[in-house]
């Protein structure tokens, strides 16, 4: 008990360091470190479960680059068949409403399919896939109708008018990345208050923790909290400093990094939703070219991606000694 609540004190203070800078590190990084920097102290360097830590750490690595590639062929296909051809205007309002249709699948394919588990939905693949189909066929005659009534002008700028209906797309791909988010990183977040409330009431240490509702809930209090009060921090890093970004490619990075997450999600893997968007982030920059990516800011931010991991390691050991002086 008094480990987990070292993990979490050293975990929330390396990310508020970072966030000061607007660095945008990772809370799974941040917590997972945490754990193994207290379970090296009370178990040594064989105590640890090095085959999942491996594990862990290979998704870390793997997932910015699956985010950038998934975000380089998105915005490929939005430069290839909307914005370089010969009516741009005419294919935005034509792609639309696929586009929404195409995110509302993936959306609801994650949750009935071995998701919702509350809801004891017991639905197989064929299943969950047609029932994904349906709403996203739903979707798509929604948005068709909606996107519809945006009229079409003879002249004008082009690029404008499909970034402003790109503003709304990048809308449904926020709310996609915030589903990811809290799908993958609320529960990683919470997960060493879960331990300690099943120490507290088991009397022992079991492998797998179930999380209360209520601590799901606290978690993501927490998430609103601090994105209401220093989010903006990395906000503007990842939004504006890494490369230029217009709702089209807003839209193509956010699209790459919430699939992404999600399907690592369902794979069970605790990777980082931070990492993945810097990557998908990356990927959209790169599909404009090298040199229009901010190199120093990347360094920075890598730089604290290495750091963080013996650095909440080293802090949670400090915590959890003093704690166990303490008590």
Request: glycine share 12%; net charge positive; charged share 10%.
């Amino acid at each position: 008990m008094l480990g987990m609540l070292g993990s979490l004190l050293a975990a929330g203070i390396w990310l508020h360091m970072c966030t000061m800078f607007g660095l945008p590190v990772s809370t799974t990084h941040s917590i997972v470190g945490a754990v193994a920097g207290f379970g090296i102290v009370q178990l040594g360097m064989t105590g640890l479960h090095w085959g999942k830590v491996i594990t862990i750490t290979v998704s870390w690595i793997i997932s910015p680059f699956l985010g950038a590639i998934l975000a380089f062929v998105t915005f490929w296909f939005i430069l290839k068949f909307i914005i370089d051809t010969r009516h741009p205007r005419v294919r935005v309002r034509m792609a639309a409403p696929f586009l929404v249709g195409l995110v509302a699948f993936i959306l609801t394919l994650s949750m009935v399919f071995k998701g919702l588990k509350n809801l004891h939905l017991d639905l197989n693949l064929w299943e969950s896939l047609l029932v994904a189909l349906g709403v996203a066929a739903a979707c798509t005659v929604v948005s068709a109708l909606g996107f519809g009534r945006i009229k079409i002008a003879a002249k004008g700028n082009h690029f404008g008018f499909v970034e402003r209906n790109f503003r709304y797309l990048q809308i449904v791909t926020a709310c996609y990345v915030a589903f990811a988010h809290g799908a993958n990183d609320n529960a990683n977040a919470v997960g060493p208050m879960a331990a300690v409330i099943s120490l507290w009431r088991n009397h022992e240490v079991m492998s797998k923790v179930p999380i209360p509702v209520w601590v799901l809930a606290l978690g993501g209090v927490g998430i609103v909290i601090g994105l209401g009060t220093l989010g903006y921090k990395v906000m503007a890093t990842v939004g504006e400093k890494i490369t230029e970004l217009t709702p089209s490619r807003g839209f193509s990075a956010e699209f790459g990094a919430a699939t992404t997450v999600l399907v690592a999600s369902k794979m069970g893997l605790p990777i980082s939703t931070t990492h993945t968007l810097v990557g998908a982030v990356i990927g959209v920059g790169l599909a404009r070219g090298l040199g229009l990516l901010n190199l120093r800011v990347l360094r920075d931010i890598v730089v604290s991606w290495f750091l963080t991991l013996p650095a909440a390691a080293l802090i949670s050991a400090g915590i959890y000694l003093l704690l166990r002086a303490a008590f």
